[in-house]
């Protein structure tokens, strides 16, 4: 199933980018608030300017198991590309992901640590986002997903 919103007019209203935003402590702070609730951050980024991250930014807080999947396992932070700052030396940092276009995830894990960069294309279907992938996305790079114990025979 798909879910489809965001048109152009949408963009008007769109503002969960900060381009005045200080990555680096945002950051830093997303990462603390990780690790004292055991999750991972996930970071989403992007800019004001796209569709497709006002896309995703209302399937998930419209789509219920995504939103419950977020909200359970990671805190997210919306990290600005645009014109007015594109966070250059923090996307040299995680090894360029502006590569795969835009909204492009991150997932660091509750130190802090870059273990996931997720193309959102993948995710994509139609002209919205997948539920039963993003989904997967979501569980699969959760810390549950990544605990040792759960692998142990």
């Known amino acids: 199933m798909t879910i489809a919103i965001a048109g152009a007019q949408d963009l008007k209203t769109f503002r ?3 381009p005045g935003a200080n ?3 945002d950051i830093k ?3 603390t608030a990780a690790k004292e609730q055991n999750k991972h951050v996930l970071v989403q980024v992007g800019g004001n300017w796209c569709i497709w991250c006002a896309r ?3 399937f998930t807080k419209t789509d219920p198991a995504a939103d419950s999947l977020l909200k359970r396992a990671y805190i997210v932070y ?3 590309y645009s014109k007015e700052n594109k966070n250059l030396p923090v996307l040299a940092a995680y090894g360029y992901p502006q590569r795969f276009g835009f909204p492009v995830f991150l997932i660091l894990d509750k130190n802090g640590k870059l273990i996931h960069i997720q ?3 993948y995710l994509e279907e139609g002209k919205g ?3 039963e992938k993003v989904a997967d996305f979501l569980i699969n790079w959760a810390p549950d ?3 040792p114990e759960k692998y142990k025979e």
């Open 16 to 18: 969960i980018y900060n």
């Open 23 to 25: 990555a680096p402590e």
């Open 29 to 31: 702070k997303a990462v």
């Open 56 to 58: 995703f930014d209302q």
């Open 78 to 80: 919306h990290l600005n």
């Open 119 to 121: 193309n959102s294309g």
């Open 129 to 131: 986002y997948s539920k």
């Open 145 to 147: 997903a990544l605990d």
